[in-house]
């Protein structure tokens, strides 16, 4: 069996495409995926489930996709919320690559699809919906969301979706000891074996958050 994910950052072997079709902002859309990337044959159930609970975004302002795949969320966020700036943050080239053509199949512009480091470091979000990769291992997904969450704007807020038995319950219960009382954390939903968490920047000022270089 190959070694290689969907989050390695240069997927070995050409890129083999297909043509899927996806409810994204209340439509049916042809997409285009990729072979090496999360989820290629279809929309997964844990993003559709996201899709399906999550409030409208925030109108205007920046919104994050972290771990943004071929591009599900990213699209959803930009229709919705068009005079927006949606970040699609990944590490695999081709699925950034897939997020932009999608984004130009679609007639959208305001989808900025970039490596994590390419994000300006004084960039704050109005919101930030995620289905994390968790098999990228703990270590990896405690340091992404450490560095992503603390970069809420006040009230902003983040929304996660994790399958329960991947350790949806104690990602939680990790997010609230980790970021503290600047943020209240809670389970918004349970679909499918899947939990929709919500983590709310309530109490805190722009001053306060830590510096990222």
């Known amino acids: 069996m190959s070694s290689e994910h969907y989050f390695d950052a240069t997927p070995a072997g050409d890129a083999v495409y297909r043509t899927i079709t ?12 990729a072979n090496k990337v999360f989820s290629p044959a279809h929309l997964d159930e844990g993003t559709r489930i996201l899709l399906e609970e999550v409030p409208e975004p925030p109108t205007h302002g920046n919104l994050l996709d972290l771990g ?3 591009g599900p ?3 959803e966020l930009a229709l919705l919320s068009p005079e927006a700036t949606v970040w699609a943050v990944d590490v695999n080239d081709r699925a950034l690559d897939l997020v932009r053509k999608n984004a130009a199949d679609l007639g959208i512009t305001n989808i900025r699809a970039v490596h994590p480091d390419e994000v300006p470091a004084d960039i704050r979000f109005e919101a930030i919906w995620s289905n994390p990769p968790i098999r990228v291992g703990k270590d990896v997904l405690h340091g992404m969301l450490e560095h992503w969450l603390p970069r809420l ?12 038995n991947l350790g949806g ?8 000891e980790t970021l503290g009382s600047e943020f209240t954390v809670s389970r918004h939903t349970t679909a499918k074996g899947f ?11 722009d001053e306060d958050l830590p510096d990222f270089v």
């Open 195 to 205: 939990r929709v968490i919500l983590v709310d920047h309530s109490a805190a000022d």
């Open 169 to 176: 319950d104690s990602l939680q219960r990790w997010i609230a």
């Open 68 to 70: 943004a795949g071929w």
């Open 73 to 75: 969320i990213s699209l």
């Open 153 to 164: 704007v006040e009230q902003g807020e983040a929304w996660l979706v994790v399958q329960k």
């Open 22 to 33: 996806a409810r994204i902002a209340g439509v049916e859309r042809t997409l285009t995926t």
